[in-house]
Nanobody
Framework: QVQLVESGGGLVQPGGSLRLSCAAS????????IVWFRQAPGKEREGVSC????????YYADSVKGRFTISRDNAKNTVYLQMNSLKPEDTAVYYC??????????????????WGQGTLVTVSS
């Protein structure tokens, strides 16, 4: 079965850390750029970070730059989002998606193909 599965969400205090995983099954993740999105209640979906399939280039939204790090482990067919110094405003459901682009990646909701089911991150004291 072709799917993406996110995991690693949970409840964390402000200033804490979480690592989200986006695991692919049924296909090789190597060939796809991956984008992490998040959507908080009552807010629009926001592109958070992406990583290219070709040269490993990465991009971050200004709201998470310097705090989040995206990486990929092709041997495990998984992309990670390390989130540090979490803030209450990071609370959202986080989704990963494959992006069909020739090179690079974009945080825009374009060329998206396969989505995971999402994982909830709650930052609260």
């Amino acid at each position: 079965q072709v799917q993406l599965v996110e995991s690693g969400g949970g409840l964390v205090q402000p200033g804490g850390s979480l690592r989200l995983s986006c695991a692919a099954s049924g296909f090789n993740l190597d060939y796809f750029a991956i984008v992490w999105f998040r959507q908080a209640p009552g807010k629009e979906r926001e592109g958070v970070s992406c990583i290219s399939a070709t040269d490993g280039s990465t991009y971050y939204a200004d709201s998470v730059k310097g705090r989040f790090t995206i990486s990929r482990d092709n041997a495990k067919n998984t992309v990670y989002l390390q989130m540090n110094s979490l803030k209450p405003e990071d609370t959202a459901v986080y989704y990963c998606a494959t992006q069909a682009v020739v090179a690079g990646c974009t945080l825009a909701s374009r060329y998206l193909e396969l989505w995971g089911q999402g994982t909830l991150v709650t930052v609260s004291s």
